[in-house]
């Protein structure tokens, strides 16, 4: 399958690019991954490290559990809807810039957040912190596409990759630290640190060297028309997913939620194919290769993310364990992150992405039943075996999807591609979180009522029970005030058994979504480059 850098298939839009600062420099180029693996890190951390702490934060703040998911989901809203257009922007301004500028603002807004003393006001700063995200993560592949050529690419992603993944799964331990010994505030400030550790080092290395900028044949100026129909194409599909799950599939609002979003993607297609200077170049619109990939990516983040986010409550809740004492459960998870992600590399020339991401969705399905599987007191080395697992199927996967994205777009467009793959990984995030929150509630709910049927539906408080059900789909089993005393007896042997049912079937969407990128991945991935 031809590439869409071939020349045959972009036409006069495809961009012709004449580097400016020379040839390939190794030491430079190595230190500019180690730069841009840093920037990567630490917002990949913030994601995860946000997780441990949200029950600490829910306590202190007094914050619902839809507000919680509101943390995270605001975040990725936010990042999602401006991914592609902060990478378009970072390849006409130098990617250099948009890294720095997207560090400074990152470090910013983590310091604001965490002296902020209400729930709505978290979610509205992690918006802004969502924003400075998207005009960074873009830039960090950007400047690997524009560094290393084609045939030296393969260990940079591979190295890349491994910095996500073990920033990613490290965000347990770092923060069940911070909230353990300091405050779940801890687990945002630490980003100035590395914030500033990011941007002196950029500068320096950085410092009186042109920054590469597109050079597209034909065009003169930004698609801010199509940036702005894309920014709400993607806020409109997030904003649909957290409603849809809220509402219901078959919901009305539902079914007018998915015409809109279908509505302004063809209109953003139509812009596209009109103006002068398209944001994203008809020919990768047009590319099957580039849509495997991106929904591959999809798949890949929906099951990562989404299995976190329950694994944080069944470790911390359930097994009743600290902060620190979680984290460091999932550490078998970080450390096989590293090195699965580095060898990756290596598999990837010998087999190509198709093996390479089918095998790893394969076995992180496997992974993800076993994890669906444990029981209410489950065992450090099962649980460790079963991360272990989780690690060795993810890390491959998260490779080879990025090694798709990245070789189905024009070298000179790496910010573009950078924003595509992130915007992926946003949106599977984003759904995974909605869907698998949404899960955890529904089913908790409906086995509480199943219940309550069979003991004869003791007279409850409705606002009670919508708190005590609130309380068990997040693996909290204590008696809520104003429970009746024959019901609060048996409660946390009701709710444990509830809780472990409900997490089994939400892990079940992540089993059936995984299985379904290793399928796709089969029979839609070519050759060992698309």
Known sequence: MSRIDDPSIGGSMLPEVVPTDGDFEPRRAWLTLAVAALGAMMVSLDGTIVLLAQPALQDDLGASLEQVQWVTTGYLLAVGSLLVISGGIGDRIGNRWAFLIGVTGFAVTSGLIAGVHDAGWLIGLRVLQGVSGAVLQ???????????????????????????????????????????HVSWRAVFMINLPLGLLTVVAGALLWRGRPARRVALRGQRGFDFVGAAVLATVLFALFFSVSKITSYGVLDLRSAGLVVVVVALTWVFTRIEKRVRDPLMPPALLRAPALGVGFFLVITLSFTMIGTLFVLSYYVQNQLGLDPVAGGIHVLPLTGTLIVAAALSGFAMRRAGPRVVVGVGLLVTAGATYGLSRLGPHAGSMELSLLLFALGTGLAPAL????????????????????????????????????????????????????????????????????????????GLHRPVPGMPAELASAWERMSSAVFMDAMAYALGAAVVVALTGAVVAALGVRGKHT
Do not use: C, Y
Not at 144 to 152: G, I, Q, V, Y
């Open 399 to 474: 490779v080879g999807t990025t090694k798709i994205i990245v070789s189905n777009v024009p070298p000179a467009l790496g910010g573009l591609a950078g924003g595509l793959h992130q915007t992926g990984m946003q949106i599977g995030s984003g759904i995974g979180i909605a869907v698998m929150g949404t899960m955890l509630g529904s089913r908790a709910e409906a086995l509480v009522h199943a219940g309550l049927d069979r003991a004869g539906n003791p007279p409850v408080d409705p606002d009670v029970m919508t708190r005590a059900i609130g309380e068990t789909s997040v």
């Open 138 to 180: 873009p830039a960090t592949l950007g400047l690997l596409r524009e560094t290393f050529p084609d045939d030296r690419l393969d260990m940079p992603i591979a190295i890349r990759s491994a910095a996500i993944a073990a920033s990613t799964a490290a965000g347990p331990v770092v923060g069940g630290l911070l909230v353990e």
